[in-house]
């Protein structure tokens, strides 16, 4: 239960779903988490959840799309906390449009906040993260949209790719600081994002199909797979990706 006794861990993203899960089993593995999103009234659940069991949190205000904000949001960690060990870059919105019908503001929102987030996020916390004596765990939230194409998810798909591109690429460019950046690729995971699927009997009878494991994800199958990239024990393992799908895609 100690695996993270100590480390400070930001988890954009974490007022819901994906980033809840990772932000409450960090917590209860003994991380101080920096609980983070764009609306700071979204915060308590999770807070009190992690408060409940002991855990340490704090919750800084941060729109990854941002710039500063994501300057700010490494500056008010180093504030707090005064280091920085674990990044997991979950954020993330999806829209689902078919190409020709896709409105540039809707192709602009989702690499906005699914890309240019990531490459925010992971540049500013180097600046920190390098001075660490013990390096650093980086942890992009990909998704099975980064391996394969689906149809009305032109942006995503676009964004999802180039996380896995930027997860190898910047494992090459940190790894001399000791910090090692991997991927996720979540399947279909239950969350407010995919209630429009996962409510729709219909639309999940087929999705079940492919799937080895008869059920749709939950967020703490993803928390997991963030405990085992975020543990001291994984310095060997870096510029990969960790597909977590219950057996969707290995056989596609
Ligand atoms: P949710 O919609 O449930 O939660 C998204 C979280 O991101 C919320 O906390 C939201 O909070 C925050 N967020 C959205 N935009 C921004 C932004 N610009 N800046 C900061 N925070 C933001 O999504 P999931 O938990 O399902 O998804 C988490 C990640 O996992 C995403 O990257 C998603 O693409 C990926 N993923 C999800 C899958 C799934 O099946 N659910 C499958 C594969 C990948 P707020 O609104 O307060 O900003």
Known sequence: ????????????????????GIAKLFASEGAKVIVSSRDASNYQPILNQIKSKKGEAYCIECDVSKEDDVKML?????????????????????????VEEMKTETWKKVL????????????????????????????????????????GSAAYCAAKFAVVGFTK??????????????????GLIETDMTKGFTNDKKTMEAFMQPLLVKR???????????????????????????????GWTGHL
């Open 1 to 20: 239960m100690d695996e993270l006794i100590g480390k400070v861990a930001i988890i954009t993203g974490s007022s819901r779903g994906i980033g809840a």
């Open 74 to 98: 490494m500056e008010q960690t180093i504030k707090k906390y005064g280091t920085v060990d674990i990044l997991v870059n979950n954020a993330g919105v999806f829209e689902q449009a078919s």
């Open 112 to 151: 906005h906040t699914d890309l240019d987030g990531v490459f925010f996020c992971t540049k500013y916390v180097t600046n920190y993260m390098k001075k660490n004596k013990t390096g650093g765990r980086i942890i992009n939230i990909s998704s099975v949209a980064g391996l394969f194409g689906f149809g």
């Open 169 to 186: 690429a910047t494992a090459i460019d940190l790894c001399k600081y000791g910090i090692t950046v991997n991927a996720i690729c979540p």
């Open 216 to 246: 749709a994800g939950l967020p703490e199958d993803i928390a997991k797979g963030a405990l085992y990239l975020a543990s001291e024990g994984t310095s060997y393992v870096t510029g990969t990706t960790l597909v977590i799908d219950g």
